[in-house]
């Protein structure tokens, strides 16, 4: 990795650097805590790290954290896993996140947008009393602190009403989007075993209309745990026997009871991809993520109550919470249920436009169709107000730098982010006083001690390694569902470096203080003892107009040796004869190395994700090892099982 000092894309004005948020907590915390008041944000980082108790102690208090009952001491244990936050303290997630119904209350707290892409507004206080009027309907329900309450929806205002309703009572809330098919969701539920189940009739994608009555009909009747069934007619159809309606739930004029749970309290069970098996059931509690929650969206994102937060996302993935979570800063949300692309490629914009969204969330895959597509997103809409755009899902490639600081706007602060489900946040990605330089994330977040390491756990600058996590970050799971003596939790971040959190990515940590993403380490490829991300080689081939997708797997022979095929998904129209061949194979060794040039390029119908969107890797790697497809990948996981077969078909008859 080069050391060379590039240009900054993007450098925030002194205006923007005085009046950021982080900005006001580095010169507050250094009068009240200690903190530096000189050095930047990376003294803040360095503090933060060093004095986690005390850091974590100063977002509480700069937040105004409501402890009913107040903590002990900010970290009782600190090891990994099993670190003990706030001990002694009782919180509730709902009432943080409906606080400024106090000031604001006839402002817009939701902006729903479907496929017509027209915005209508629920303001606070009527979300406070949907939320007041469904919690008291849940107590007389049953439900009790602990109760796990599941909901089969869309990205649409009902399902944050329910999501709160259940964190003011102390359930255990627990999602996934209507396009999974029923084994997907059993497969998580059936875990989790939850006494309520929220539900639509259907949803509408790409103009068209989508039944799921069959499927809610197979979830009742394989969740023998249900006491209630609540139906929302998003398509107009009437409830089925036995359901209660949404509307008769949610109509009166009730003020919320928040229930005081303690910190630890769980507030959200996520799901991880499933790819090679059941998806991990991942807990989170109430208090870790309010406090995350808060320092990520008010400290990093930037975000208050003037702010409008578009996010595209689906109640099947973490950045849905976490798009909710920004309630918690005052900040109006942008709840969009529809296709990324429809009517057509620049439908994100639009919605940017018409909601006057300030921050506004993406995926890299979704920049580079925009880049692909010809869509210019400055010349067709009014993105005045727009002033971060931020990617995650997937490494950002350069060149979606380039097109977003070109094509949007050139003062445009861009934050490619990276985190994931296991903590429901992120490592490392936006600060809104630091340049942004092509390809990287700007640093890693405050009281998180990210690091690369070596095999043998020395840190690396400059050099890729595995991206670990030194200390304890309080949304990290305080378990896993049925994972009584925790070793499938241990399993999964600590086997590798005792009692730090490996998280299975390539990184490297630069001399200025970013962080490049260079793919998942546990499927990365390896020739001759050189580590390469997928990332990378993605970033190059991609770049071709004729490529639609590529993936890349490295396989590692019985003979020893080692078989790197490149698949592609071709453009419409495009061919793989010799000359592309050609300027694929040049492409990857002029902008990479001779080590990154696959020893076949193979044309492919197209390449398969994860429900969540992510090109699946490891399972593809395990089919064309010869493993059977039902060990080597759970079916209810993948978005296309059908482009599956391709890979199982290849591996027998190079069997």
Known sequence: MSTANPSPLWEPTDEVVAQAQVTKFQAWAAEEHGAPSDGGYAALHRWSVDELDTFWKAVTEWFDVRFPTPYARVLGDRSMPGAQWFPGATVNYAEHALRATETRADEPALLYVDETHEAVPVTWSDLRRQVGSLAAELRD????????????????????????????????????????????????????????????????????????????????????????????????????????????????????????????????????????????????????????????????????????????????????????????????????????????????????????ATLYGTSAAYVMACQKAGVHPSRDFDLARVRCVATTGSPLPPDGFRWLHDEVRDDLWIASVSGGTDVCSCFAGAVPTLPVYIGELQAPGLGTDLQSWDPSGKPLVDEVGELVVTNPMPSMPIRFWNDPDGSRYHDSYFDTYPGVWRHGDWITVTSRGSVVIHGRSDSTLNRQGVRMGSADIYEAVERLPEIRESLVIGVEQPDGGYWMPLFVHLAPGAFLDEALLGRIKRTIREQLSPRHVPDEVIEVPGVPHTLTGKRIEVPVKRLLQGTPMDRAVNIGSVDNVELLRFYEELARRRG
């Open 141 to 356: 329900l049953g439900v009790r602190p602990g109760d796990r309450v599941s909901g089969y929806l869309p990205n649409i205002p009902q399902a944050v009403v329910a999501l709160l309703a259940t964190a003011a009572v102390g359930g255990v809330w627990t999602s996934c989007a209507p396009d999974f098919g029923a084994r997907s969701v059993l497969d998580r539920f059936q875990q989790v075993e939850p006494v309520i189940l929220f539900t639509v009739d259907g949803y509408r994608y790409g103009g068209k209309e989508h039944d799921r009555r069959d499927v809610v009909a197979e979830l009742r009747r394989e969740l023998p745990t249900l006491r209630a069934v609540v139906h929302i007619p998003l398509l107009g159809t009437g409830a089925p026997e036995g359901a209660l309606e949404w509307s008769s739930l949610t109509s009166a004029d009730v003020e919320p009871v928040y229930e005081e749970v303690p910190f630890d309290h769980p507030l959200w069970v996520l799901y991880s991809s499933g790819t090679t098996g059941l998806p991990k059931a991942i807990v989170q509690s109430q208090g870790g993520i309010l406090v995350e929650h808060l320092k990520q969206l008010g400290l990093h994102c930037d975000l208050g109550p003037e702010d409008r937060f578009f996010w595209y996302t689906s109640t099947g993935w973490m950045m849905w919470n976490f798009l909710v979570s920004g309630l918690l800063t005052g900040t109006t949300i942008v709840l969009y249920d529809g296709s990324p692309g429809y009517p057509d490629t620049g439908a994100q914009w639009r919605i940017a436009e018409r909601t006057g």
